[in-house]
């Protein structure tokens, strides 16, 4: 096959996996979103770029986010959001993280491909992508490697999660547009 057809490929598998999510789950992610006095984003590795991709387009809404390690990064309250992506949903780290946050009485939301992993136990709001997970590679669910369509997917959901904020927080491109970089 070559990259063309690959690329089809990849793309019937995030319409599938994506078209398997339930709204229900996904509105009641955008109004935590929407009531947090800060939210905190956390993610390994891929899941940590899109985590970073995610962060950067709330900031450009207007709310007060932040990619969770990073130097700039304030403290987690009982009034904030935490949401943590993890295919396994047992990543040491973030499970390390995630257990911190329910001390510290913050809402936890996690996105993953399994709900009954650890995590996914510890938060107050889990969206399932019904994607395979990195070490799933025989379930069939994916042509690509490791956890690459979860992570693919998870990049369109966050995409998808700042429309809907954007749709009742009554944004626009037009203010995004005034709070991005402009040091270039």
């Given at each position: 096959?070559?990259?063309?057809?690959?690329?089809?490929?990849?793309?019937?598998?995030?319409?599938?996996?994506?078209?398997?999510?339930?709204?229900?789950?996904?509105?009641?992610?955008?109004?935590?979103?929407?009531?947090?006095?800060?939210?905190?984003?956390?993610?390994?590795?891929?899941?940590?770029?899109?985590?970073?991709?995610?962060?950067?387009?709330?900031?450009?809404?207007?709310?007060?986010?932040?990619?969770?390690?990073?130097?700039?990064?304030?403290?987690?309250?009982?009034?904030?959001?935490?949401?943590?992506?993890?295919?396994?949903?047992?990543?040491?780290?973030?499970?390390?993280?995630?257990?911190?946050?329910?001390?510290?009485?913050?809402?936890?939301?996690?996105?993953?491909?399994?709900?009954?992993?650890?995590?996914?136990?510890?938060?107050?709001?889990?969206?399932?992508?019904?994607?395979?997970?990195?070490?799933?590679?025989?379930?069939?669910?994916?042509?690509?490697?490791?956890?690459?369509?979860?992570?693919?997917?998870?990049?369109?959901?966050?995409?998808?999660?700042?429309?809907?904020?954007?749709?009742?927080?009554?944004?626009?491109?037009?203010?995004m547009y005034g709070r991005h970089a402009n040091l270039e």
């Amino acid at each position: 096959m070559n990259a063309t057809a690959y690329t089809k490929e990849i793309l019937d598998e995030l319409k599938r996996t994506l078209s398997l999510m339930k709204d229900a789950d996904t509105e009641n992610l955008v109004d935590a979103i929407l009531n947090a006095k800060k939210i905190f984003v956390a993610g390994g590795g891929r899941s940590g770029f899109m985590a970073k991709a995610f962060v950067m387009r709330m900031m450009h809404i207007g709310l007060e986010a932040y990619v969770v390690g990073e130097t700039v990064t304030p403290n987690l309250e009982a009034d904030d959001l935490f949401i943590v992506g993890s295919g396994s949903g047992e990543t040491g780290s973030l499970v390390s993280m995630t257990e911190k946050a329910q001390n510290i009485g913050a809402t936890i939301a996690s996105i993953t491909t399994n709900p009954v992993s650890t995590i996914g136990k510890l938060a107050d709001l889990t969206i399932e992508i019904p994607a395979q997970a990195k070490a799933d590679s025989a379930s069939g669910k994916s042509i690509q490697p490791m956890g690459s369509l979860f992570e693919q997917a998870l990049l369109l959901f966050y995409d998808a999660l700042i429309l809907s904020v954007m749709e009742k927080s009554d944004s626009h491109s037009d203010i995004m547009y005034g709070r991005h970089a402009n040091l270039e």
